[in-house]
């Protein structure tokens, strides 16, 4: 299919846009059309340029009349044209944009987007947006509804813009031939079709047209999750461990492994371990979804499975989304098994402990890692239990290749990230579900204030009078900028100012600065140095979210906290309160009414799971403006809160199953490849 196209093939593009655009993840011309715009712009307002007035955003269409470069004593350089038609004439102003005069030419005719500014009794415009028209052509850039995309790794809106529209005009038919949803199922959820969808999600005619695209490609996003989840879910049903794993016979050494254990098991952390034992003793992988708070005991749940696994003779990976969150699980896991002959390792792209001298794979009993545990050249005989945390970090494909480092190997799935058992229950529909819903006892609330521009600096005042009276160690968390869900260097250059900013203010503290553009052996050092106290302040991007463990740390400062979600905020404020200390958790924003009362309520509230109802409540987990750092990034559109709309899904996907097959070849059969790769049983 000419879709599948790689999109390096796309006709006059540079190897520097290319390269942006793989590292956006689209590699086809079918992923850059489903790179949807984050937002319209109404640019059909058009009027004659005799009619328009100072102050107005509109759309003028004209005939060049004169095309000049000027310079400024300064040495700026400044390009103005005078565009003219039947009605009038205006000057249109450009700076520093030399490359207008081998682009644009006298005679040639022209469109432009901006505002109108009168200058005595001189209208004239600096363009927002131009292009050359002509009187047969589609414009793509003024006088419509113009979408705007993420201003990502580089790439200006107008170049996806242009690129977009190149392939909806020379793959029509490719793009009508794309409908995967019979007839019947059409009208049964009153969507349109895809390619009507997919022209209109990008160059609509109208915002009715937007709206009717929108439903229907968030429409496919639950549909192809929930019968993807189906497929896998009948595929799971058919396998068979290679090992039965016994619990009875070893029920002497797990009890004393508990009782030897630094704290006393929670009732909710014994009943999902419970729930997680009956699993493993039977003869179908076990495929449970753990879901607990931040500090609820979730990796001493693990521990005890793998703990069983080991005395069954066989081995457990645990694989982490970043190598900090790795190293804090090999830290924990060896400090558990310490009086027990249980052999932990840890291995990540800068810590590869699993080969021994001879360049073999050396023995242990838990390997704890990031994706690197994925890589061929790691072989393993004897995996029998996978466990996978914060595992909506991680792809499907990344999931099943590390399950495919063992025979059927029973499969943990983790995460403290809140998520509402509705929610959980359509998103992992394949998984069977555990909740850890109950904290130790005794743990102190971490108390929350919104702190407003005015009380900041007596804030500043109170941290250093904790840190030099009580040693107390601070967190200051800086947040992603950019509209994408990566760390870009516009990120960490706001984190750097803002580290130089509190060096100046904490004169006589020790202050650090972490973030992801920093090397690996880098971050251990910068974290070595604060849990051994030598730091007292780290000044983060939300590289901490999850995965450090300070006890000493007490006080977290989040920077611009109206831009995270409340999920989000929870897993931050988690980072401190892991020891006696009274902990605290202070709320910078600069954004006054607008969000106060979504965080006076993160304030007061310290449950994670209310957090989040009330967060997908009030935002939604998706919506046509990004996925909003719900974490869920392959759903870009789907509303996963609104139970009709999942109901109409599940409803169709009842109604495929029963009355339509997929078949080698197809459209639905490449769309579930896609989103499940190598878990859908091929049929």
Not at 76 to 94: C, E, H, P, R, Y
Not at 451 to 464: A, F, L
């Given at each position: 299919m000419l879709l599948d196209t790689p999109i390096n093939e796309l006709p006059r593009t540079s190897a520097r846009t290319i390269q942006r655009l793989q590292a956006l993840e689209i590699h086809t011309y079918y992923d850059l059309l489903h790179y949807y715009p984050s937002r319209h712009d109404d640019r059909s307002l058009a009027s004659p340029i005799g009619s328009i007035q100072a102050g107005e955003k509109v759309t003028i269409s004209g005939t060049i009349q004169s095309l000049k470069n000027n310079f400024t004593k300064r040495g700026?350089?400044?390009?103005?044209?005078?565009?003219?038609?039947?009605?009038?004439?205006?000057?249109?102003?450009?700076y520093n944009q030399m490359y207008l005069m081998r682009t644009l030419q006298e005679g040639m005719k022209l469109a432009v987007y901006g505002e109108v500014e009168q200058f005595g009794k001189i209208k004239q415009?600096?363009?927002?947006?131009?292009?050359?028209?002509?009187?047969?052509?589609?414009?793509?850039?003024?006088?419509?509804?113009?979408?705007?995309?993420?201003?990502?790794?580089?790439?200006?809106?107008?170049?996806?813009?242009?690129?977009?529209?190149?392939?909806?005009?020379?793959?029509?038919e490719e793009i009508d031939g794309s409908e995967y949803l019979p007839t019947t199922i059409l009208k049964y959820a009153k969507i349109i079709e895809e390619p009507e969808?997919?022209?209109?999600?990008?160059?609509?005619?109208?915002?009715?047209?937007?709206?009717?695209?929108?439903?229907?490609?968030?429409?496919?996003?639950?549909?192809i999750r929930l019968l993807a989840s189906r497929k896998v879910k009948e595929q799971w049903d058919t396998q068979v461990v290679s090992k039965k794993f016994k619990v009875t016979s070893f029920e002497s050494d797990i009890n004393t492994f508990k009782k030897g254990l630094p704290f006393k098991l929670t009732d909710a952390q014994q009943r999902v371990i419970d729930e997680i034992t009956k699993d493993l003793q039977s003869k179908k992988p076990m495929n449970r979804f753990l879901q607990g708070d931040v500090g609820s005991g979730k990796t001493v749940v693990a521990a005890i499975a793998a703990y069983i696994a080991k005395l069954n003779g066989m081995q457990t990976l645990i694989m982490a989304p970043t190598e900090i969150l790795a190293q804090q699980h090999y830290q924990t896991l060896s400090a558990l098994f310490d009086k027990t002959d249980v052999t932990v390792a840890l291995h990540t792209r800068s810590h590869r402990t699993l080969v021994d001298s001879k360049g073999k794979n050396a023995h242990y009993d838990i390997i704890v890692g990031t994706q690197a545990l994925?890589?061929?050249?790691?072989?393993?005989?004897?995996?029998?239990?996978?466990?996978?945390?914060?595992?909506?970090?991680?792809?499907v494909k990344q999931r099943a290749m590390l399950k495919e480092k063992g025979s059927n190997p029973h499969l943990l799935t983790m995460t403290a990230?809140?998520?509402?058992?509705?929610?959980?229950?359509?998103?992992?529909?394949?998984?069977?579900?555990?909740?850890?819903?109950?904290?130790?006892k005794g743990r102190?609330?971490?108390?929350?204030?919104?702190?407003?521009?005015?009380?900041?600096?007596?804030?500043?005042?109170?941290?250093?009078?904790?840190?030099?009276?009580?040693k107390d160690q601070v967190y200051v968390v800086y947040p992603l900028i950019d509209e994408s869900e990566s760390e870009t260097m516009k990120t960490v250059k706001a984190a750097a100012k803002e580290f130089e900013e509190l060096t100046k203010i904490f004169k006589t503290e020790s202050v650090a600065l972490l973030h992801g553009k920093i090397k690996s052996k880098d971050k251990e050092t910068i974290m070595g140095k604060f849990k051994d106290q030598t730091h007292d302040i780290l000044v983060a991007t939300s590289v901490v979210e999850v995965g450090v463990d300070v006890r000493n740390a007490t006080i977290m400062l989040i920077e611009g906290a109206e831009r995270f979600g409340l999920?989000?905020?929870?897993?931050?404020?988690?980072?401190?309160?892991?020891?006696?200390?009274?902990?605290?958790?202070?709320l910078?924003?600069?954004?006054?009414?607008?969000?106060?009362?979504?965080?006076?309520?993160?304030?007061?509230?310290?449950?994670?799971?209310?957090?989040?109802?009330?967060?997908?409540?009030i935002r939604g987990a998706g919506n046509m403006y990004g996925t909003e750092q719900h974490g869920y990034t392959d759903l870009k559109l789907a509303d996963i809160t609104n139970a009709t709309e999942v109901q109409r899904a599940q409803a169709s996907v009842d109604m495929f199953i029963k009355e339509y097959s997929i078949t080698h070849g197809t459209h639905i059969k490449k769309l579930l490849d896609q989103y499940q790769t190598n878990q859908i049983s091929r049929d």
């Open positions: 700026f350089k400044i390009q103005t044209a005078k565009l003219a038609d039947d009605s009038g004439s205006i000057n249109l102003v450009w415009m600096k363009p927002q947006e131009y292009e050359i028209v002509s009187d047969e052509g589609e414009r793509i850039h003024t006088g419509r509804l113009v979408p705007i995309y993420a201003l990502t790794y580089g790439i200006s809106t107008k170049t996806i813009r242009e690129k977009i529209f190149w392939i909806l005009q020379n793959l029509k969808a997919i022209r209109s999600i990008h160059f609509p005619k109208t915002s009715g047209h937007m709206t009717q695209a929108y439903n229907r490609l968030a429409f496919d996003e639950l549909f994925i890589t061929k050249s790691i072989a393993m005989d004897h995996v029998g239990l996978v466990v996978i945390d914060e595992q909506h970090r991680f792809g990230t809140p998520i509402p058992r509705t929610v959980a229950l359509t998103l992992y529909s394949e998984l069977d579900l555990s909740t850890i819903d109950e904290m130790p102190k609330l971490i108390k929350t204030y919104v702190i407003n521009k005015e009380k900041r600096n007596d804030c500043y005042v109170w941290i250093q009078k904790q840190i030099q009276k009580h999920a989000q905020l929870h897993q931050l404020r988690g980072r401190v309160g892991r020891g006696d200390k009274q902990s605290y958790c202070f910078f924003t600069s954004d006054g009414k607008k969000s106060h009362s979504r965080l006076s309520y993160f304030a007061k509230t310290h449950n994670g799971m209310k957090l989040s109802e009330f967060d997908l409540k």
